[in-house]
T-cell receptor, first 112, second 111 residues
């Protein structure tokens, strides 16, 4: 079945540092890929998505590129802020499917 | 436009009690889902619905029932609560099935 693997956290960075959160997946066909973010005490919200190979999703300074050859969708940001502290979830939806499969989540802590 | 709302925010039950977690959305979305979130395990799908009158099981459906009598509402019923059901529960809705909008969650503790 489908699965998503994320690097375990927590990831602790200083403000303005470069961020990478790794995500790899297993799925048949051509899934759509997503990053969701969960701020403390809130539900998840969509951060970015990509629906086909080599697509780059971007939002709020975050980027992720759909790499089919390496089955990866790593999240990056060039300069993190304290306000980026949250839990980040990588997810996929198989082509023709209607259910999301989530990774375990990675907690990011940014210190001033 | 309230989005996805969930009630209650917090609930404590004793083993064997039953309860219903409420979920409503005002975006006229056809897709609605229930997830549970446990530490280190991400979100796991319990049940989902692709429209009024249609429901299906997700990854972890045992111990939970759902129904979808209207487009707006998708309640989740725990028939006989067990400590293993202690978790945070999220409801989500979607127009197309991929980009999902989540509610704020219900934190449930079963003693």
């Amino acid at each position: 079945g489908d699965s998503v693997t994320q690097m375990e956290g927590p990831v602790t960075l200083s403000e303005e540092a470069f961020l990478t959160i790794n995500c790899t997946y297993t799925a048949t066909g051509y899934p759509s890929l997503f990053w969701y973010v969960q701020y403390p005490g809130e539900g998840l919200q969509l951060l970015l998505k990509a629906t086909k190979a080599d697509d780059k999703g971007s939002n709020k300074g975050f980027e992720a590129t759909y790499r089919k050859e390496t089955t990866s969708f790593h999240l990056e940001k060039g300069s993190v802020q304290v306000s980026d502290s949250a839990v980040y979830f990588c997810a996929l939806m198989s082509s023709g499917g209607n259910m999301l499969t989530f990774g375990g989540g990675t907690r990011l802590m940014v210190k001033p | 436009n309230a989005g996805v709302t969930q009630t209650p925010k917090f609930q404590v039950l004793k083993t064997g009690q039953s309860m219903t977690l409420q979920c409503a959305q005002d975006m006229n979305h056809e897709y609605m889902s229930w997830y549970r979130q446990d530490p280190g395990m991400g979100l796991r799908l319990i049940h989902y619905s692709v429209g009024a009158g249609i429901t299906d099981q997700g990854e972890v459906p045992n111990g939970y029932n759902v129904s979808r009598s209207t487009t707006e509402d998708f309640p989740l019923r725990l028939l006989s609560a067990a400590p293993s059901q202690t978790s945070v529960y999220f409801c989500a809705s979607s127009y197309t099935g991929d980009t999902q909008y989540f509610g704020p969650g219900t934190r449930l503790t079963v003693l």
